[in-house]
């Protein structure tokens, strides 16, 4: 593996879950791997969980740890190509990429979509360019499109906690106030669809994802139909596709709680955090014992570290 961007850099998924509960079993066993090697953690927009168990699996595995809040703390970076920067913009992703390639062997980046032009966001066109300019692995914080480093921790806790072989998993749309882009249900849709679970996805008419994205999944426009013998609830918000970062409804009924929750299989409830309590996700549920939110966060570490220990074997 080179870069870890999407779950198409994985040559098997399955393999990679056994690898993180290895390290989630001992999580200094190869406290030696990372030594003398630096990872650069550059975040272009906020973050708790990401940042912290990213840097928590990089120091178990011996790594020293860079972290830059480049939004706040560097230049403001210019990306497109050809441009006489003499506007706000004040240096180019091509220098930026280059340098801290220099510093780090291994880079990890978040950078959120615009969510203004579809097709400027899901080009990755800032991803392409850090992988293509910095020249060192490239780990996804999150991108415009896709959060893999989630998706790898929402597949470790499915698999420590389903009560049979092929779980039924419904990934369902949850009100917001705000415009949220579609990368972690982008992201845990493409790991679904590579996993042995039965996945469906439920959300209002309009909410629908990019079709390369929801792949084979069924789509159920009734939420409770979808509920329905589910062993797993995925609760997310997201903004249309179609209409691209549109906030189209907002749907309140469409918030999980005990009610709907009663509808499934005994289903464990996951979400990404953060969550907005009472408009996403009911407090009882939140605060219930079906609830897997903070297992799914501790996750984070082990799906961090073995994608690191990974890139590290093979690059080095
Ligand atoms: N789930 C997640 O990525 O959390 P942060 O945005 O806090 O990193």
């Avoid at 690898?19 to 630096?38: D, F, I, Q, S």
Wanted: glycine share 4%; with cysteine.
């Amino acid at each position: 593996m080179r870069h870890f961007i999407s779950v198409n850099d994985v040559e098997d998924i399955s393999l990679l879950v056994k690898e993180a509960l290895t390290h989630k079993a001992n999580p200094y066993l190869h406290k030696e791997l990372g030594k003398n090697r630096t990872i650069g953690l550059i975040f272009l927009n906020p973050s708790l969980r990401t940042r912290i168990s990213t840097q928590k699996a990089a120091q178990n595995l011996g790594m020293n740890v860079i972290v830059m809040n480049m939004d706040k703390e560097g230049w403001a970076l210019e990306t497109q190509d050809g441009v006489v920067m003499n506007h706000n913009t004040v240096e180019h992703i091509r220098e930026a990429a280059a340098v801290m390639g220099q510093y780090c062997d291994i880079i990890g980046v978040r950078s959120f979509p615009r969510l203004v032009d579809r097709n400027e966001d899901y080009s990755e066109d800032f991803f392409n360019k850090f992988i293509k300019y910095s020249g060192v692995p490239i780990v996804s914080l999150e991108s415009a499109t896709r959060h893999p480093l989630q998706s790898l921790a929402d597949l470790i806790t499915i698999e420590e906690h389903k009560p049979k072989p092929r779980p039924k998993v419904v990934l369902t749309w949850a009100p917001h106030i705000k415009s949220l882009p579609q990368a972690v249900p982008n992201s845990f849709a493409e790991w679904m669809n590579k996993a042995d679970v039965d996945f469906v996805i439920t959300h209002p008419e309009g909410y629908e994802l990019a079709p390369e994205f929801a792949g084979a999944a069924k789509v159920e426009y009734e939420q409770e139909k979808a509920l329905e013998g589910a062993d797993f609830v995925y609760v997310k918000n997201w903004s249309s596709y179609k209409d691209y970062g549109k906030v189209i409804t907002m749907d309140s009924y469409w918030m999980i709680d005990n009610e709907l929750l009663a509808l499934t299989n005994k289903a464990k409830v996951m979400h990404c955090l953060p969550v907005r309590r009472g408009v996403e996700l009911a407090d009882e549920v939140l605060d219930g014992v079906d609830s897997l939110v903070i297992p799914e966060a501790a996750n984070r570490v082990w799906s961090a570290q073995a994608v690191l220990a990974k890139l590290i074997r093979d690059n080095f």
